[in-house]
């Protein structure tokens, strides 16, 4: 057994060329993301052992690539890959200071992320509530400190899954159904209606 080597939840990041690369899939294939290569071994053993670590591995290796090739894409396949909480807040935070500052009389609406106890999310259910909680208060804090209006998704879905299960509007806990869609945009022209309203 391997030992703890990485926090939870931490994104583990292989780039190279096609020693790397071993064939992995392009098409969002989970099954094939991480090729035919050592990446693929380290990750399942990694998996097996500490499965609710949740640790996520990464293969950005492509066949033929040299040092020099990856310079031009380092930015889109390592250092976009670094979204944690104060880089989050930061941006969103820089990009409705500008537009209040740009565009001071529009109406902004935030939204809060959401999930539902469902597959792989359902597996390390405490795990993903916390994290999306985490990024949740992040979002609420802006709209207060933004005065900007606010639709909290999470506990919109929650009561929605009493009424049905949690698979009939998010069937995969993360990627809404039909329904799950409506339930979004009747509480948005609800929250735009009141906006319409106040003023």
Same mark, same amino acid.
């Given at each position: 057994?391997?030992?703890k080597?990485?926090?939870s939840q931490s994104r583990i990041l292989f780039i190279g060329d096609s020693i790397t690369d071993g064939?992995?899939?392009?098409?969002?294939?989970?099954?094939?993301?991480l090729g035919d290569t050592y990446v693929?071994?380290?990750a399942a053993r990694y998996g097996h052992d500490h499965p609710a670590d949740a640790v996520e591995f990464i293969n950005r290796g492509?066949?033929?690539?040299?040092?020099?090739d990856l310079a031009p894409r380092w930015e889109e396949d390592c250092l976009k890959l670094r979204l944690t909480l104060e880089l989050f807040r930061e941006t969103y935070d820089l990009l409705l200071s500008i537009t209040r500052r740009d565009l001071p009389n529009t109406t902004i609406i935030l939204c809060t992320p959401f999930v539902l106890p469902l597959d792989k999310i359902g597996r390390d259910w405490k795990l993903?509530?916390?994290?999306?909680?985490?990024?949740?208060?992040?979002?609420?804090?802006?709209?207060?400190?933004?005065?900007?209006?606010?639709?909290?998704f999470q506990p919109l879905f929650e009561?929605?899954?009493?009424?049905?299960?949690?698979?009939?509007?998010m069937p995969d806990g993360v990627?809404?159904?039909?329904?799950?869609?409506?339930?979004? #945009?009747? =509480?948005? @022209? /609800?929250? #735009?209606? =009141?906006? @319409? /309203?106040d003023n």
């Amino acid at each position: 057994m391997l030992p703890k080597l990485f926090p939870s939840q931490s994104r583990i990041l292989f780039i190279g060329d096609s020693i790397t690369d071993g064939d992995r899939s392009r098409s969002g294939d989970v099954n094939h993301a991480l090729g035919d290569t050592y990446v693929r071994l380290i990750a399942a053993r990694y998996g097996h052992d500490h499965p609710a670590d949740a640790v996520e591995f990464i293969n950005r290796g492509i066949n033929g690539h040299r040092i020099t090739d990856l310079a031009p894409r380092w930015e889109e396949d390592c250092l976009k890959l670094r979204l944690t909480l104060e880089l989050f807040r930061e941006t969103y935070d820089l990009l409705l200071s500008i537009t209040r500052r740009d565009l001071p009389n529009t109406t902004i609406i935030l939204c809060t992320p959401f999930v539902l106890p469902l597959d792989k999310i359902g597996r390390d259910w405490k795990l993903w509530n916390a994290e999306v909680s985490r990024y949740a208060d992040v979002v609420k804090e802006l709209a207060l400190n933004h005065k900007t209006s606010l639709i909290q998704f999470q506990p919109l879905f929650e009561a929605a899954a009493i009424k049905a299960p949690p698979a009939f509007w998010m069937p995969d806990g993360v990627h809404p159904s039909a329904a799950g869609h409506q339930l979004m #945009a009747d =509480e948005w @022209v /609800k929250i #735009a209606k =009141e906006i @319409v /309203k106040d003023n």
